[in-house]
């Protein structure tokens, strides 16, 4: 934890020098002020409540659809002193609309998720995986500062918190069909939207250019299409699985080590970026074992009984004779102390 704190300061100080950013035409830096997280995130809460109880969207219109997709949903400030149109619904009213905690950088956080649809594919993806999907970014002025129509593929570990959380909370596309003309369609795919405080998207240090002000909540309209599994260090062990301590982050660094930025700042190279998690010199993939079992339903892949010391990767494999190919981890602990081998440096 005490590395983690220093870790998150580390990206803190970053931020503030990135944040100095010069003013349109200007020589003068307009520098963003650091504050304080759980303070800012009640301002967050506040700001997106009153946004869910002051906009609408289109359910009836959107349900009765067969296949649809982000850009047949509509999402409209409700005027002053008007009631919700019919075949409207209030967001703070919609059944399907979810409140989730959570917490990042030891701070709780709070954020909202409308569930269109699940997704009836097989499979969801991890914090860490690669995920195909079509978005719509906009503040809670209703600015929308990004915009992905056509499928287009991301790294989860590579974006902003929240979607890291969002996203494993639903399933991929069931199939999809090629159009004819280049295009693709997807079917019951995964679709809603997650309203994020600041903290889970860029707090204090927007991409330039974004036009996203600085602690502005976000809100995304989403479809979550497909999803790949990642090994960012080609150490054998999922990126996923190298969030060691479970909380829901890729923050860990065993081995406490660093590598240096051109501009002379100090940026921890976490484990998932770490082909030697403990530094020993014995590379993480000599210090595991991984082997295969093959049996015929992904159910008996995943009913295989594991010794304590083992994990069966979540991405499944299914073979072309219609058999499934799941991968297995031993962590090995040859000295017996209760630290994997990978992970102990003594």
């Not at 906009?55 to 959107?62: G, K, Q, V």
């Not at 596309?173 to 309203?195: I, L, P, R």
């Not at 065993?254 to 240096?260: I, L, Q, R, W, Y």
Request: include cysteine.
């Amino acid at each position: 934890m005490k590395l983690r704190r220093i870790a998150l300061a580390m990206v803190c100080l970053v931020t503030c020098f990135l944040s100095c950013n010069k003013d349109d035409g200007g020589t003068d830096p307009v520098v963003v002020e650091i504050r304080d997280r759980a303070e800012q995130q009640i301002t967050d809460k506040t700001d997106l409540s009153e946004y869910l109880e002051t906009h609408y969207y289109n359910s009836s219109e959107f349900e009765a659809l067969t296949n649809p997709t982000i850009q047949d949903l509509k999402i409209t400030k409700l005027v002053e002193g008007t009631d919700v149109p019919d075949g409207g619904t209030l967001l703070k009213d919609a059944t399907n609309l979810e409140t989730i905690e959570t917490t990042f950088a030891d701070t709780d956080y709070e954020y909202y998720i409308l569930r269109l649809k699940q997704g009836s594919g097989v499979g969801s993806p991890t914090l860490a995986d690669n995920v195909v999907a079509t978005y719509e970014g906009f503040t809670i002025s209703d600015v929308v500062f990004d915009l992905a129509i056509n499928p287009i593929g991301l790294d989860l570990s590579g974006t902003v918190i929240g979607w890291s959380r969002v996203f494993p909370q639903f399933n991929v596309a069931e199939s999809f069909v090629e159009n004819g003309d280049g295009t693709v369609s997807f079917v019951n795919q995964g679709m809603g939207v997650m309203f994020l405080p600041s903290g889970l998207g860029y707090y204090s240090n927007p991409p330039d250019g974004s036009g996203i002000p600085a602690y502005s909540p976000l809100i995304f309209k989403f479809e979550l299409l497909q999803t790949s599994q990642n090994d960012h260090d080609n150490d054998g062990i999922p990126s996923y699985l190298e969030d060691t301590d479970g909380n829901g982050d890729l923050f860990d660094n065993t081995d406490e080590d660093f590598t240096s930025t051109n501009s002379g700042f100090l940026l921890p190279i976490y484990d998932y970026q770490d082909s030697d998690d403990d530094g020993d010199g014995i590379l993480t993939r000599d210090e595991i074992i991984i082997t295969t079992e093959n049996r015929a339903t992904r159910e008996e892949i995943k009913s295989i009984i594991l010794e304590s010391n083992q994990k069966l990767v979540n991405h499944i494999v299914e073979e072309e004779n219609g058999t499934f190919t799941g991968t297995i981890i031993t962590f090995t602990d040859t000295d017996g102390d209760g630290i994997a081998d990978y992970l102990d440096s003594e």
